[in-house]
């Protein structure tokens, strides 16, 4: 069974840098691409950034380039999400998610619960 | 960036509708276009991928049809469970973008 975990939210201070992780198991981690998407409170979906399998490849939405980083541990079945200079804009639950099997089979299928990121004095 | 239109915002509808949702690509996407539905508190979850491809364990009464830049996701003889938000996602380039969702509302 495919399982997500993430941890690592809570309140943080404008200008904060937390790390957000995923535990994976379930699956072959170190050969799925997988990505994070945030939700604001009351509002819709939005990716956040995506990550290939061997974490050679990084894309980020506009929204978080320059302050966000995507990295993978696979030997631990990790994917982190490195958070500098939050903004309150940044408040957000924040999932993770496995991008999809080979030929773009259960595309985005597997999610975690979320975590949510409060940004707040 | 692929901009994804979707409407819309919001339809009232009563059990045993049919309701339809859209998104509009703004430029082609071949197929690579997914559904998902969300409930209150809760991750979404995938219901169409491919376009048209109904994940596993998704009732039949969901189907998505579609090709480039035009998408419609049914759904028939609507459940009480089905009164929840949906979105469609375009996964054929990045940044990957989210349509803006739908509130299906009793």
């Known amino acids: 069974e495919v399982q997500l975990l993430e941890s690592g939210g809570g309140l943080v201070l404008p200008g904060g840098s937390p790390r957000l992780s995923c535990a994976a198991s379930?699956?072959?981690?170190?050969?799925?691409?997988m990505s994070w998407v945030r939700q604001a409170p009351g509002k819709g979906l939005e990716w956040v950034s995506s990550?290939?399998?061997?974490?050679?490849?990084?894309d980020y939405a506009d929204s978080v380039k320059g302050r966000f980083t995507t990295s993978r541990d696979n030997s631990k079945n990790t994917l982190y999400l490195q958070m500098d200079g939050l903004r309150d804009e940044d408040t957000a639950a924040y999932y993770c998610?496995?991008?999809?099997?080979?030929?773009?089979?259960?595309?985005?299928?597997?999610w975690g619960q979320g975590t949510l990121v409060t940004v707040s004095s | 960036d692929i901009q994804m239109t979707q409407s819309p915002s919001s339809v009232s509808a009563s059990v045993g509708d049919r309701v339809t949702i859209t998104c509009r690509a703004s430029q082609g996407i071949t197929s690579w276009l997914a559904w998902f539905q969300q409930k209150p508190g809760k991750a979404p979850s995938l219901l169409i991928y491919?376009?048209?491809t109904l994940q596993s364990g998704v009732p039949s009464r969901f189907s998505g049809s579609g090709f480039g830049t035009d998408f419609t996701l049914t759904i028939t003889n609507l459940q009480p469970e089905d009164f929840a938000t949906y979105y469609c996602?375009?996964?054929?380039?990045?940044?990957?973008?989210f349509g803006q969702g739908t509130k299906v509302e009793i």
């Open positions: 990550i290939s399998g061997n974490g050679a490849a990084t």
């Open positions: 996602l375009q996964g054929y380039g990045f940044p990957r973008t």
């Open positions: 379930g699956f072959s981690f170190s050969t799925s691409a």
């Open positions: 491919g376009a048209s």
């Open positions: 998610v496995r991008n999809s099997d080979a030929g773009g089979k259960n595309f985005f299928a597997y």
